[in-house]
């Protein structure tokens, strides 16, 4: 493992009782980068970012986080870092500027550094609301906005966010990736986790876990061709198409692989010319057209698929 990372885990192992919700995770994040964490529900994400955060301790391996180890440093990690849950966290019955300041002072911050910090980050999300606002009063998407403002309220070099856009609007979605690329232009490390894919394309790298491993690492484009070697195809069918044309596609030797997507099917190819003249000849009302994978598409074949 290099020095000079923001973040570095080293064979990182969880457990509860005989159960291990991570098993030997191994990766680094630069400072400055917007890093991905993705997997299904269980896939030991959350776990490991608790211990990164020093909420939990390893069972084994090594951890550095902004050059401290938070099982034997944790208030220098806590410092660096800004955590922001799942769960909205903030005080619902309070105003905005009560929860900022409060949080503030958790921190240990004083006065002045409070205010100023409030007035920096409130313009730095474009914050048009009173502080005066009770948070229980705020749409859904500038209630994850100011849940950012108190992360990263005493000025951390790195931010995890666990699913920070969840359940918000899609406009809202976006103002707050706009966020997340400013905080990294401005030299935060960013850690985040989602579910949603067209975010994921946003990321510089991406993990993928599985049942507590480490699947896949690296950016969107190189885990697209790791995981397609092949052409794909999507696949449009026509009305009466005959009951067993799915089968029968899928037992072709030049066929890999048929997901449905939607209303669609993907299909993974190996030899394009070959499917094309199938298509013209067995399903010429079909429209078929090759296209290129998405995160959407890796992410099902790696994380859901069939060795999942």
């Not at 958790?106 to 980050?121: G, Q, T, Y």
């Amino acid at each position: 493992m290099n020095a000079g990372k923001a973040v570095t885990v080293k064979e990182l192992v969880v457990a509860f009782g005989d159960f291990k919700a991570v098993k030997g995770v191994s990766f680094e994040v630069s400072p400055g980068e917007i890093f991905g964490f993705l997997g299904a529900n269980g896939a030991g994400k959350t776990t490991t970012i608790r211990v990164l955060c020093g909420l939990i301790p390893p069972t084994a391996g090594s951890v550095k986080v902004a050059g401290a180890d938070p099982a034997t440093e944790p208030m220098e990690v806590k410092s660096r870092v800004g955590y922001m849950s799942q769960k909205f966290t903030l005080y619902r019955d309070m105003t905005i500027s009560e929860n900022l300041n409060f949080t503030g002072q958790l921190r240990k911050m004083d006065d002045d550094r409070i205010e100023s910090r409030i007035k920096e980050l409130i313009g730095f999300i474009e914050l048009d609301w009173p502080l005066t606002t009770m948070v229980c009063d705020l749409p859904g998407g500038v209630m994850q906005q100011v849940s950012l403002v108190a992360a990263t309220i005493h000025d951390p070099d790195i931010v995890f966010l666990d699913e920070p856009t969840a359940g918000v609007t899609p406009h809202a979605r976006s103002k707050f990736w706009d966020l997340i690329n400013k905080m990294s232009k401005a030299g935060k490390t960013v850690f985040v986790t989602t579910h949603y894919m067209d975010e994921a394309e946003q990321c510089g790298r991406v993990a993928l876990m599985r049942s507590g491993e480490l699947i896949a690492l690296g950016s969107p484009d190189e885990l697209k061709a790791q995981a397609f070697p092949e052409t794909i195809f999507e696949i449009t069918p026509a009305a009466g198409a005959p009951h067993d044309w799915q089968e029968k596609l899928r037992s072709q030797n030049f066929v890999n692989e048929l997901q449905i997507f939607g209303m669609r099917y993907h299909a993974m190819v190996k030899t394009p010319a070959a499917f094309e003249e199938y298509l013209k000849r067995e399903l010429p009302s079909f429209e078929g057209k090759r296209i290129k994978p998405s995160l959407e598409d890796v992410f099902i074949r790696m994380v859901e698929g069939k060795n999942r």
